[in-house]
């Protein structure tokens, strides 16, 4: 069975710092682009950043950038997303996917992230 497990999401205070892991099991991990992808309450699903099977390229989109960095551990069928400065427009379930932005195929169950004061 091909699973993604997301964990590490929490309520955290504007500016402060989050680690989500995503357990993956039932595929060859290292075949695969990985990518993290959100939804906020009452909107749309928003890509947010991703990573090449090998680990060698990274995307994020702009809001991103210098906060956010995914990373991965293919002798532990791990990704990880290191999210620091978190604003409140930050807030959402965060999804670890199997795939890039332009297109994806696995889903975790989502884990959920609050930023407030």
């Known amino acids: 069975e091909v699973q993604l497990v997301e964990s590490g999401g929490d309520l955290v205070q504007p500016g402060g710092s989050l680690r989500l892991s995503c357990a993956a099991s039932?595929?060859?991990?290292?075949?695969?682009?990985m990518s993290w992808v959100r939804q906020a309450p009452g909107k749309g699903l928003e890509w947010v950043s991703g990573i090449k099977s090998n680990g060698s390229n990274t995307h994020s989109v702009e809001s991103m950038k210098g906060r956010f960095t995914i990373s991965r551990d293919n002798a532990k069928n791990t990704l990880t997303l290191q999210m620091n400065s978190l604003r409140v427009e930050d807030s959402a379930v965060y999804f670890c996917?199997?795939?890039?932005?332009?297109?994806?195929?696995?889903w975790g169950q989502g884990t959920q992230v609050t930023v407030s004061s």
């Open positions: 039932g595929f060859t991990f290292d075949d695969y682009a």
């Open positions: 996917v199997r795939g890039w932005y332009n297109g994806y195929d696995v």
